[in-house]
Each structure stands twice: as C-alpha cells, then as structure tokens.
C-alpha cells in the first residue's frame, strides 16, 4: 500500500501576510488538513475513530522548516505519510512542493490519542493503527522537549474566543502559530521572515482563558527566538516554541 497522501492546493488571499507571502500559519494548517485527509483515507479518520472509539487526534509536536516562502496564488503540492508509532504518540512527516517539484518546506510531527470525553492519552495500539511507510524522514531530526529560556518578557496578552476554536472545542494548532507571531512587529516581519520553527502543545485553552505571550529577552546567536503561551486562569504552561529567523530572501538559488 502506497501510504504517501498527495493534496495540492493554491496559495490564496487569506493565506498571505502583507508581503504577500505564505504565513508560516496558513502552513501549518496545510499540514493538518491533509494530515486529516490521510487519515481518513486510511480508515483512521477524525469522525471515524471518534464514533467507533471515542478519541481524537491531537498534535502534541512539529517542526517546520521552510526553504523558499511561497507567494499569492502559487501552486503548491503536499505529500504526507505516517512513521512507525511509539507507545503513545503517532509520528507524521510532510514535504511542501511548488509546480516545479522542488521542496519550499518540510515538517515533522507527532501525535497522540485522547479521550475525547475524559481527555485522557490512549495508547498507540489503542485503535489497532499499525500502517507506517519506510519512506525517508522530511527533516533529519528527533522532536523533543523544548527548554524554557531563563529570561521572558510579556508581549501581550490574547482573550481565547469563538474565532479561535474548532469543531472539537479547543484551539487549532495553527492559531498558536499566528500567536507565536504577533509577538514580534510589523517592522521585524519586515525585514525578517522564518527559517523554523518547533513548538510544544502542553496544555488546552477554552473560550475565556486569557493566554499570556511571552517571549525571550535575547535573541540567540543563530537567531533563534523563545515564544512561550501561559494561561492565566489555570496557570498552566500552554505552549513553547523555538522560531529561527533570517533575513528577507529574493533569490533562492
């Protein structure tokens, strides 16, 4: 069974920022939509494993990392395919192409299955998923915990609501993303734009909850920059993320 998934997609208005280029977002929703789409292909997807066994996917990792921001209305191509699954978590890789077949990004992830009435993680073999591909990773890497840095400063503060919830009740890992975001200025966003990123989900947020960004004092030699999301109701560590910027690129070659 060829377990490759193949979705292609345009880059659209909502999916750009103002220099008209792909938001590092908009690619993380990708990922998961075909991430979705995969699944379900397989027998595994989110309202199938949800009415037979009570559960939902949930991503817990990812790391992407981009090569060339793609552009308005650009025709793009994403491949995903599953890995090997550990006790608990499920690992999914993904590789964005543009119409000439060349990689723009890559991504890896790694997932888990929670009770969608108790919250409870189920483990792996728990729906009998045992479909993996010997296909070669899309990043040479291990995901892991991300360590806190030791300095923060708030950036701002953003009030969970309506918008930002999906059909099961919590955030879309895209918003964090966008979160991540915010907490740098339109006049950074200028002249920067991200290499890689990897995030932690730690914890969910309800409509109501107050999420406190943070973000690092420094800017790391490689230029790496920490983004954390509190809650301020709970009190509880929602998300960590490592965000690696360079300057703008006009030639790819």
Not at 49 to 56: C, M, Q, S
Not at 70 to 83: C, K, M, R, S
Not at 122 to 145: M, Q, T, V, Y
Request: net charge negative; with cysteine; hydrophobic share 40%.
């Amino acid at each position: 069974m060829d377990l490759i998934y193949k979705k292609q997609f345009r880059v659209e208005i909502s999916d750009i920022d103002f220099k008209r280029r792909l938001k590092l977002s908009a690619l993380f929703d990708f990922c998961q939509n075909i991430a979705d789409l995969a699944a379900d292909s397989l027998g595994f997807g989110i309202g199938t494993i949800n009415e037979r066994y009570g559960v939902a996917w949930i991503i817990t990792r990812m790391r992407a990392d981009v090569f060339r921001t793609p552009e308005l209305y650009e025709e793009l191509t994403a491949e995903t395919w599953p890995i090997q699954h550990g006790r608990l978590t499920f690992e999914r890789d993904f590789i964005i192409r543009d119409s000439t077949g060349a990689i723009v990004a890559a991504a890896v992830s790694s997932w888990v299955l929670i009770d969608t009435v108790t919250r409870e993680i189920k483990k792996a073999d728990f729906i009998g998923f045992n479909l993996s591909s010997d296909h070669e990773r899309a990043i040479p890497c291990r995901l892991g915990k991300i360590k806190p840095d030791d300095e923060t400063a708030p950036a701002y503060k953003k009030v969970i609501a309506y918008s930002d919830i999906d059909f099961n009740g919590h955030i879309n890992n895209a918003k964090y993303i966008a979160y991540a975001m915010d907490c740098f200025d339109m006049a950074f966003h200028q002249n920067h734009e991200v290499r890689s990123l990897e995030i932690d989900y730690l914890n969910e947020t309800l409509p109501g909850d107050v999420l406190v960004l943070n973000k690092g004092t420094a800017q790391e030699p490689d230029g790496t920059a920490y983004i954390e999301g509190l809650s301020e109701n709970s009190g509880k560590m929602v998300f960590r993320a490592k965000a690696a910027f360079g300057e703008i690129r006009t030639n790819y070659e």
